[in-house]
């Protein structure tokens, strides 16, 4: 499954953080819960796509203030990062609306044997 996702690793960070600001363990965490535990970023990719998205503009990062417990870097989503969300998000649905076709399609044939 991951194989399938890292093209969209991009736009799946950007929606989680369209609903709020957010750091690296818990948008994790949220991806984890959302998909049965099917979706888990390597700690090396959610990082990458961070540094890739804030240099790129689409997010901003800032240091937590934390009272107890260890300093979070949260990261908040930039104009430019929803831009590139609903651009990548319509692209997906395109994708999909293609491979529904083409997948039905097959599914058709294979019940008129």
Not at 26 to 40: F, H, P, V, Y
Not at 86 to 113: C, F, G, M
Request: glycine share 6%.
């Amino acid at each position: 499954m991951s194989d399938m996702i890292r093209g969209y690793t991009d736009t799946i960070i950007l929606a989680q953080l369209l609903r709020h600001d957010s750091y690296g363990y818990e948008i994790n965490k949220q991806l984890s819960l959302a998909t049965d535990g099917l979706l888990e970023l390597k700690e090396a990719t959610l990082y990458t796509t961070f540094r890739r998205l804030e240099n790129a503009g689409c997010i901003r990062s800032y240091w937590g203030d934390e009272q107890t417990g260890a300093r979070r870097r949260y990261y908040a989503i930039t104009p430019l990062g929803r831009a590139l969300y609903r651009e990548n998000a319509a692209d997906w649905a395109r994708v999909r609306a293609i491979l529904d076709n083409l997948l039905q399609e097959e599914t058709n044939d294979e019940s008129e044997d």
